[in-house]
């Protein structure tokens, strides 16, 4: 089964930046045979996709976001990154990486807090 662990959240304050990292269990590059994605999970609230990198590099990002997340891949490291500027306490949540389709096992996720 394919893991997915993710790293990388801090408390920031805002306006701030901060870039998560999603690495994979598997030496094989999943980054490249499977269309991605970033998720976050607020309090309370539903899990929403945010982000998305598809294998052809093409990416999307939800109006929440655009203009200031950014996701990558490093294919040789089995990771992909979401950079986070200009942070807003909007942004507070758990982020998770899965496939676009939400194929793998959700992972512990990694927890984002923004606040003063």
């Known amino acids: 089964q394919v893991q997915l662990v993710e790293s990388g959240g801090d408390l920031v304050q805002p306006g701030g930046s901060l870039r998560l990292s999603c690495t994979a269990s598997r030496t094989y590059a999943i980054f490249r045979l499977n269309d991605m994605a970033w998720y976050r999970q607020a309090p309370g609230k539903q899990r929403e996709l945010i982000a998305g990198l598809t294998m052809a590099g093409t990416t999307n990002y939800a109006d929440s976001v655009k203009g200031r997340f950014t996701t990558f891949r490093d294919n040789a490291k089995n990771t992909m990154y979401l950079q986070m500027n200009a942070l807003k306490s909007e942004d507070t949540a758990v982020y998770y990486c899965?496939?676009?389709?939400?194929?793998?096992?959700w992972g512990q996720g990694t927890q984002v807090t923004v606040s003063s």
């Open positions: 899965n496939s676009l389709r939400g194929r793998f096992d």
